[in-house]
């Protein structure tokens, strides 16, 4: 059976999406995120990212809008195929955010944080593999070799 073309509906949602992906200030968090947030243990984590400064806003800001278009996402608001087409960053998001889910989750006494981040990422994993053999090979070979030089993702 052929998968159904998105409809207008999540052609607007997501260039709304878009749209605030060039808000000044996340646009900016975003262009930090990639190019500092490289941690592996949470004594990275407080290094990087002390409590109420600006890195820990742009975090906050990176992965609470990801988390949200990812949810929109599992929901079917969005088309997974436009969605995935369209744009890659939430993998890297959660590549980079993936080493320290696991102890966030328990020190925060929630199992569903950055949840739909995760199974955004799962589902992009199987349908890059699928139509792009070898592709994230090379996207997780640029998130380890920016973690090892201190720059960001291409």
């Not at 600006?54 to 436009?82: I, K, P």
């Not at 199992?111 to 890059?128: D, F, G, S, V």
Request: glycine residues 4%; hydrophobic residues 40%.
């Amino acid at each position: 059976m052929p998968k159904r073309k998105p409809t207008f509906a999540q052609a607007q949602l997501q260039l709304q999406l878009y749209d605030l992906r060039r808000e000044a200030k996340l646009r900016q968090a975003r262009e930090w995120f990639l190019k500092n947030y490289f941690v592996s243990k949470p004594e990275d984590y407080q290094r990087i990212v002390p409590p109420g400064s600006q890195e820990d806003a742009f975090v906050r800001m990176v992965t609470s809008y990801w988390e949200m278009a990812c949810q929109m996402l599992r929901y079917g608001l969005l088309h997974e195929d436009l969605f995935f087409q369209s744009t890659n960053e939430f993998f890297f998001v959660w590549e980079r955010m993936k080493p320290l889910a696991a102890p966030w989750r328990q020190h925060m006494r929630n199992p569903h944080m950055a949840e739909n981040l995760e199974w955004a990422a799962k589902r992009y994993e199987k349908w890059a593999n699928r139509l792009a053999p070898g592709f994230l090979d090379v996207i997780r070979q640029y998130v380890n070799q920016a973690a090892k030089s201190g720059e960001g993702a291409p």
